[in-house]
T-cell receptor
Framework: KAGVTQTPRYLIKTRGQQVTLSCSPI?????VSWYQQTPGQGLQFLFE???????NKGNFPGRFSGRQFSNSRSEMNVSTLELGDSALYLC????????????????FGPGTRLTVT | GEDVEQSLFLSVREGDSSVINCTYT??????LYWYKQEPGAGLQLLTY?????DMKQDQRLTVLLNKKDKHLSLRIADTQTGDSAIYFC????????????FGGGTRLMVKP
């Protein structure tokens, strides 16, 4: 079974531009979550999508947005890029949404390394 | 709010046991996880434990949970050079879907 794939793997953008990152979950998985990883802030939750709806959102400005398609593939978009947006963006897929007392293992992709100059 | 803390660095000799510690704060978290990240890679799920368990063993990995003290540890037996990586613990609060709150990571260095 193929794992989580993310494209592109590396990206260089200029301040003020916008960027779209893509995540294809493991076949059959319907939940996709996004995380930002930086040396200073560590791993921070961006948002979670399930059944094409955003279910949860982290503490990020509105410049960060996302969506999920009917085939569960997800994209995230960052508009008006800032230098501080340089990070590794990780996507995780899961069979379904975790509930109290119910666990669905989450599997991460290799990430997209975004550099903003 | 949630906060997960880990020590930054651990160095061990090959063949020794490694113990990585973590403290968390959200008492509603019923599942706690350990992930491994190698250079240039994403996160690999190693194991997880349900909060009504004290211990879980999976081959060379042993997870211990002290729910009263909100302390989690990962023991790696017979540590190998291939175990050198950054290890993250994470909690999943019950009311937050699949959102994980991660610790800052512990860099494990295994010396031959």
């Amino acid at each position: 079974k193929a794992g989580v794939t993310q494209t592109p793997r590396y990206l260089i953008k200029t301040r003020g531009q916008q960027v779209t990152l893509s995540c294809s979950p493991i076949s059959g998985h319907r939940s996709v979550s996004w995380y930002q990883q930086t040396p200073g802030q560590g791993l921070q939750f961006l948002f979670e999508y399930f059944s094409e709806t955003q279910r949860n959102k982290g503490n990020f400005p509105g410049r960060f947005s996302g969506r999920q398609f009917s085939n569960s593939r997800s994209e995230m978009n960052v508009s008006t890029l800032e230098l501080g947006d340089s990070a590794l963006y990780l996507c995780a897929s899961s069979l379904a949404r975790g509930l109290a007392g119910v666990n669905y293992e989450q599997y991460f992709g290799p990430g997209t390394r975004l550099t903003v100059t | 709010g949630e906060d997960v803390e880990q020590s930054l660095f651990l160095s061990v000799r090959e063949g020794d046991s490694s113990v990585i510690n973590c403290t968390y704060t959200d008492s509603s978290s019923t599942y706690l996880y350990w992930y491994k990240q190698e250079p240039g890679a994403g996160l690999q799920l190693l194991t997880y434990i349900f909060s009504n368990m004290d211990m879980k063993q999976d081959q060379r990995l042993t997870v211990l949970l002290n729910k009263k003290d909100k302390h989690l540890s990962l023991r790696i037996a017979d540590t190998q050079t291939g175990d050198s990586a950054i290890y993250f613990c994470a909690e999943r609060p019950d009311n937050a879907g699949n959102m994980l709150t991660f610790g800052g990571g512990t860099r494990l260095m295994v010396k031959p």
